[in-house]
């Protein structure tokens, strides 16, 4: 009959520092440390044949980095900075040890340029930015973004990468400005990772309403959804009741409404006999 052996202690080894340089896309954060999998990171009960081997892992810093049992991520880093930890035995936790890691970036971002001083969009569109780091295979390349005028425009960092699954894959950090109001505004990037010297970005943009075209695209399809709205109650039936010049326009719209300026009515064979 065996017997229940207790937790005496904790085996915790953990390196002085480690560098950021992984990206696990499926959970969209930096690839994490592994205890007891990733070399010199050891977390574990004493002796190793306890009967409860389980460990309460507590961040104490967790805008450093955060400990994720899920999918066994370990202790994941959220950016620069030191990350204090906080480990006890759920048996015992009297059993308890507080550890400490420096992580930095493997490629600090020196310094990063937007394309231009002004940019101009029409308001609900959206536009990439091309902006260029050094190094341009910098760890970190997104940006808190800030904007003296609120609501005319936003700017939303995405990583991208053709393998989700490979934290060693290359990986391409995307900067999509929305343009949500008509307006100016100026626009602050300031660098995620300012530890290798990198300063904010500082450009202004405008959005305007739209040109003409656009302006008479919209008159039109108003239009159409007031000619629709017609026919449905009734009272447009006389005048859009029958198709007209095909197939291609239904009995509710007028063709001439959106048929192509270049577009003619074709005769069937038929007729031209």
């Known amino acids: 009959m065996s017997s229940e052996v207790p937790v005496t202690g904790l085996d915790i080894q953990m390196p002085d520092s480690w560098q950021i340089d992984g990206w696990n896309g499926l959970g969209s954060q930096y690839s994490g440390l592994q205890p007891n999998i990733a070399d010199g990171c ?5 002796p190793s044949n306890a009967s409860n081997q389980d460990l309460k892992w507590e961040a104490l810093t967790p805008e450093i980095a955060f400990y994720q049992p899920e999918y066994n991520n370990g ?3 959220v950016k620069a900075g030191t990350a204090r930890f906080r480990v006890s035995s759920v048996e015992n936790p009297s059993f308890s040890q507080e550890f400490s890691i420096n992580f930095s970036y493997r490629y600090p971002l020196q310094s990063a340029f937007a394309p231009a001083a002004e940019l101009t ?14 190094p341009e295979n910098a760890t ?19 990583i991208t990468s053709s393998d989700t699954s490979n934290a060693n894959n290359p990986r391409t950090t995307v ?8 307006g100016t505004v100026t626009v602050t990037a300031t660098p995620m990772d300012t530890t290798g010297g990198a300063e904010p970005i500082v450009f202004t943009v405008t959005v305007t309403e739209g040109g003409t075209e656009d302006s008479q695209l919209k008159a039109k399809a108003e239009k159409g959804i007031a000619h629709g709205q017609a026919y449905m109650t009734g009272s447009g039936v006389s005048a859009y009741s029958t198709v007209m010049n095909g197939p291609f326009f239904p009995s509710c719209v007028p063709a001439d409404e959106f048929r192509p300026r270049s ?5 069937p064979a038929s007729a031209r006999q």
């Open 263 to 267: 577009w003619k009515p074709t005769m």
């Open 175 to 182: 900067h999509s400005v929305y343009a949500k109001a008509a």
């Open 75 to 77: 202790i994941v880093p």
């Open 42 to 46: 050891v977390a574990r009960v004493v």
């Open 140 to 158: 970190e390349q997104r940006f808190v973004w800030t904007y003296d005028k609120e609501g005319i425009v936003q700017v939303q960092d995405t």
């Open 121 to 134: 969009l029409k308001k609900g569109t959206v536009q990439e930015l091309d902006i260029r780091t050094v």
